[in-house]
């Protein structure tokens, strides 16, 4: 008989970024239940496990070991994913695994074998190619509504470890609270540690909206001890390294650019994270995470389409996503429907819609972004190694 639910196990539960969105996404999604909680910071994961009525784990080897666990669900810093992700493949339970998907190719290659292997599910947690904001454009698209796409351009607003948002943000930004992000080997990215966790986001989603094509060639540009690169740790410290601005071009012709835009807080609602897509017919405008960004902004529409000297904002009614209310619920609405694909996925054995060979896709390009900034050459995808990894042996 087919399972009406799931058992899961959330690793890395007492994360402070991602770990609460997964575990509100996981408590609304009727098909799974959360069963277990694991963290190796024993000090918060008893009384996580407690108000949540969950059992408490602070050794994965421990989740794996237990046969009551179908699934696990990994929010933990990326030199622990393939690791994790092999072993759980090897005990028999589904993977959902946040991004970036691991740090080399061949670890991510491992991955998919491993999973192919024990017949178990692999989902990758690119929650962007889930935020709902990100998918009616490409209905839109599908629709004919722009005509053929021709660039695809995206930007990043001022929620980087600068010195003043760190200031701002007293002690609270992401950097700050997972260290590992500007780390040159537990995030993966070497000197441009930062861009390894952004970049998949970014380009996930710009191949979802050119409909699965892949990079070609990437140019990455980098900044090193300016004052527009200036990236700090969670304690303040400059690491003096950025990459600021990427171009590439899918197969099939779309070129497509990503920008880190600095901006004075005032104008943070109109140079958030916003995605333009221009077509032969006309042009989208997709506000993504944290779009108009800060609380209390004036928030823009979420999806815009100008055609035909018309503008149209897109918008859902009758919906309970309050995404489309404030851009700032990126945070629970696209983790809820990541989690709730890879759940009913799992349930009814159809294949996830972003796979580890999506993940794949993406990891690739983020290690050539590096690889571009580095050697400040032009570097397609298909042409980084393996084994390549963007960090040295001596930085670990
Ligand atoms: N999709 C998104 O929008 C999104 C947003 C934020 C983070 N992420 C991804 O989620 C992952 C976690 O990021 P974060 O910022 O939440 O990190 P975090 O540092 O806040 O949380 C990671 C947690 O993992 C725990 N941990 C470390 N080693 C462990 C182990 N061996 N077993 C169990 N727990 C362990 C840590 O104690 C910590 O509590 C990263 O891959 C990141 O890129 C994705």
């Not at 277990?36 to 996580?48: E, G, H, R, S």
């Not at 070129?255 to 004075?264: F, G, I, K, L, T």
């Not at 404030?326 to 054995?349: K, P």
Request: hydrophobic share 40%; net charge negative; aromatic share 8%.
């Amino acid at each position: 008989m087919t399972p009406d639910h799931l058992n899961v196990a959330l690793i890395g539960a007492t994360g402070k970024v991602a770990a609460p969105a997964h575990l509100n996404g996981l408590a609304a999604i009727p098909g799974a239940h959360l069963y277990a909680v694991c963290d190796i910071d024993a000090t918060t994961i008893d009384p996580l496990a407690d108000r949540l009525d969950a059992k408490a784990f602070t050794s994965f080897e421990e989740v794996l070991a237990d046969p009551a666990v179908d699934a696990v669900d990994l929010v933990t810093p990326p030199h622990l994913h393939s690791g994790q992700t092999i072993a759980a493949a090897r005990a028999g339970k589904h993977v959902y695994c946040e991004k970036p998907m691991a740090q080399s190719l061949e670890q991510v290659n491992a991955m998919i074998l491993f999973h192919e292997q024990f017949g178990t599910t692999l989902m990758v947690g690119e929650s962007y190619v889930f935020h709902h904001p990100i998918v009616a454009a490409r209905t839109a698209i599908e629709n004919g509504d722009i005509g053929e796409v021709l660039h695809i351009r995206e930007t990043k607003g001022p929620w980087m470890m600068r010195r003043e948002e760190a200031s701002r943000l007293d002690g609270l930004s992401h950097e700050a609270s997972a260290p590992w992000r500007v780390d040159p080997a537990l995030s993966g990215g070497g000197r441009f540690p930062w861009i390894m966790d952004h970049a998949p986001h970014f380009f996930a989603t710009a191949r979802y909206l050119a409909s699965g094509a892949e990079v070609t060639a990437i140019t990455a540009h980098s900044q090193i001890g300016t004052t527009a690169s200036e990236q700090v740790s969670g304690t303040g410290a400059p690491t003096g390294h950025a990459i600021t601005s990427v171009a590439w071009s899918f197969e099939g012709g779309i070129d497509s650019a990503w920008n880190q835009v600095e901006s004075s807080q005032e104008a943070v609602s109109e140079v958030g994270f916003v995605t333009t897509v221009h077509g032969t017919k006309g042009t989208l405008v997709v506000y993504g995470e944290g779009g108009g960004a800060a609380p209390g902004m004036r928030q823009p529409p979420a999806v815009v389409l100008y055609r035909d000297g018309h503008t149209r904002v897109i918008d859902r009614e009758n919906t309970t996503d309050r995404v489309w209310i404030s851009n700032n619920n990126y945070y629970d609405s696209s983790h809820q429907a990541a989690l709730q694909h890879w759940v009913d996925s799992i349930l009814t054995g159809n294949p996830v819609r972003y796979s580890g060979e999506d993940g794949r896709s993406e990891l690739a390009a983020t290690l050539a972004t590096i690889m571009s900034a580095d050697e400040q050459r032009t570097i397609a995808p298909a042409d980084v190694p393996a084994e390549w990894k963007a960090y040295h042996a001596s930085e670990r």
